[in-house]
């Protein structure tokens, strides 16, 4: 008999590529211990972020909305303006509406959705919180960046700490230690690796950490490297799933793992074109698995899916709803899962200020919009978005791109001033330039 209400486990891997599992074809290197989550649970096949990018990604993760709905959430200023801009407290989330249903709720790993004093892991819902509270960090020294006066980024709840070792064993440790405390109530543990992002450094590449002059090491990473962290991303998955599995926990815990956008240089994203800041498929579609043995039968899911359904989704398998104030763009999926409705179609958006692009996906047709190239594609016959069907199919095509126009409208414009607006002169000086290696640095 399942529980009244599951625990949850949601797992997020950063910049992983759709295709870097092997269940998901990747060929180069193995992931066992998610493949075997893979078998055991619900594989979708049509799973999407809802940015090309990081915190954006995040910010429709934790509302279960359209990232464009807050000034933190447009494209990544977070980077630069995480002190100005972030999430606001008063704002529900998944940790926070769940915990009014009686969770308690942990982050561990990456917050990078605003800093403190304004913003913070514990002022949105989690009672717990151990990690990284920007968007990037070495993995052995924990720092943001290069040099002996950088602080360390590495907090228990407003604390900051400091903890030796390779930060994917870390979170692992810590994840694990936490699901092994837990007894009296349902949890819902937060799981942001920072794997396999860059810098790219291994498991055993210590004195790489010690090398480099700039965390985004231009001249560094290669396959063998990068295979190392996702091996070692699917080691640190496999100790907490093990730590469910000794603690009993496996039966009435929903375990999710994903990714907060697609990959990067090393990452495989077959059949797709494209990569992270592009919303080319490549960008956008990430490797996505569910697994809840008291509920749901093993399967692979061809529902699409996007990031921000897992508020209202994973609400409804608590007992719960989205605050009415705040209603979910996402859609609550756990009657499809529970094979109660069939999967259809959806109307997903996106836009990214770099190059202009702008995208919608309507059944199986995507408009999108580079610069001054406009394309029509069907993604499920074409999944490289190769056929232009803009002159073939004139009515859909304009169709769709006047229901882009449509919904960019309901969200905060993407103006110069976003960038600029309240920053000091030097990060004015500095604003956002959409050139590749701006980008590069998202």
């Not at 943001?144 to 064993?169: A, C, M, R």
Request: hydrophobic share 35%; with cysteine.
């Amino acid at each position: 008999m399942p529980a009244a209400q599951p625990n949850i486990v949601f797992i997020v891997a950063d910049d992983l590529g759709y295709a870097d599992l092997s269940v998901y074809g990747q060929t180069d290197f193995d992931t066992p211990l998610l493949d075997q989550l893979a078998r055991d649970g619900v594989r979708f096949t049509q799973a999407y972020s809802n940015s090309a990018v990081c915190s954006a990604t995040r910010f429709a993760l934790i509302t279960g909305r359209y990232q464009y709905h807050l000034r933190g959430g447009l494209e990544e200023p977070i980077a630069r303006t995480g002190k100005e801009h972030g999430l606001p407290p008063e704002h529900p989330t998944l940790p926070s509406l769940l915990r009014e249903l009686g969770y308690t709720t942990a982050l561990i790993g990456k917050w990078h959705l605003g800093l403190p004093p304004k913003f913070g892991p514990r002022q949105s819902g989690y009672d717990y919180f151990w990690g990284n509270l920007g968007g990037v960090i070495d993995y052995f020294t924990h720092k943001p960046g290069v040099g002996e006066h950088v602080p360390v980024d590495l907090y228990e709840n407003e604390s900051p700490i400091h903890k030796n070792g390779y930060y994917t064993q870390l979170l692992a440790e810590q994840a694990a230690a936490y699901v092994l405390q837990q007894r009296a109530q349902p949890f819902f543990l937060s799981l942001h690796f920072t794997a396999p992002h860059w810098p790219w450094v291994g498991p055993k590449d210590e004195a790489v950490s010690r090398e480099l002059s700039d965390l985004f090491h231009y001249d560094g990473g290669n396959q063998r490297v990068y295979a190392s962290m996702v091996q070692a991303l699917d080691s640190a998955v496999g100790q907490v799933l093990g730590a469910l599995e000794s603690a009993g926990l496996t039966d009435d815990t929903i375990v999710i793992f994903t990714s907060d956008n697609g990959g990067e240089r090393f990452s495989k994203m077959w059949p797709f074109t494209g990569q992270k800041t592009e919303l080319l498929e490549g960008g956008l579609r990430v490797p996505t698995l569910l697994r809840y043995p008291a509920r749901l039968a093993p399967q692979v899911l061809d529902q699409v899916q996007i990031s921000m359904d897992w508020l209202p989704t994973l609400l409804a398998a608590a007992g719960g709803k989205p605050h009415p104030g705040y209603p979910s763009d996402g859609e609550n999926l756990w009657p499809v899962l529970l094979g109660e409705a069939p999967s259809h179609p959806r109307t997903l958006f996106w836009r990214y200020k770099a190059n202009a692009q702008r995208a919608l996906r309507e059944g199986d047709h995507k408009y999108l919009k580079i610069n001054d190239n406009e394309f029509l594609f069907d993604v499920v016959r074409d999944p490289r978005e190769r056929a232009n069907l803009r002159h073939k199919q004139p009515e859909l095509f304009e169709r769709l791109r006047r229901r882009w126009a449509e919904l960019d409208g309901q969200f905060l414009p993407l103006t110069e001033d976003v960038y600029t607006h309240g920053l000091s002169p030097d990060i004015q000086a500095d604003r956002y330039v959409p050139d590749r290696r701006s980008r590069d640095r998202l």
